[in-house]
Nanobody
Framework: QVQLVESGGGLVQAGGSLRLSCAAS????????ISWFRQAPGKEREFVAF????????YYANSVKGRFTISRDNAKTTVYLQMNDLKPEDTARYYC???????????????WGQGTQVTVSS
């Protein structure tokens, strides 16, 4: 099984940028897809973006399209989420997850990291 560890969260002002990392170890490529989800206080976890390790299948939620970019470095077995033009509504705990399918529902993913907090001040 794959293990996932997120990093890169922090406090940033609106309009700023952060890059999150999701480092995978173990049976890395047993999870074909790596996704980012986020969960704000009092809200349900929501899908942000996914990527296949081959890099040929990428999808974004409408709320982040044009501002966030997901990428991967297979040599480092790491998936990144570059977040630009951050808004206060992007404040949430961000999780990466691994699964076999190109999916936007969290129950399609069987491996999760512990999350990293992103806080955007206005």
């Amino acid at each position: 099984q794959v293990q996932l560890v997120e990093s890169g969260g922090g406090l940033v002002q609106a309009g700023g940028s952060l890059r999150l990392s999701c480092a995978a170890s173990g049976r890395v490529f047993s999870s074909n897809f790596i996704s980012w989800f986020r969960q704000a206080p009092g809200k349900e976890r929501e899908f942000v973006a996914f990527i296949r390790w081959s890099g040929d299948n990428i999808y974004y939620a409408n709320s982040v399209k044009g501002r966030f970019t997901i990428s991967r470095d297979n040599a480092k077995t790491t998936v990144y989420l570059q977040m630009n033009d951050l808004k206060p509504e992007d404040t949430a705990r961000y999780y990466c997850a691994g699964g076999p399918l190109a999916a936007r529902r969290e129950n399609e993913y069987d491996v999760w990291g512990q999350g990293t907090q992103v806080t955007v001040s206005s």
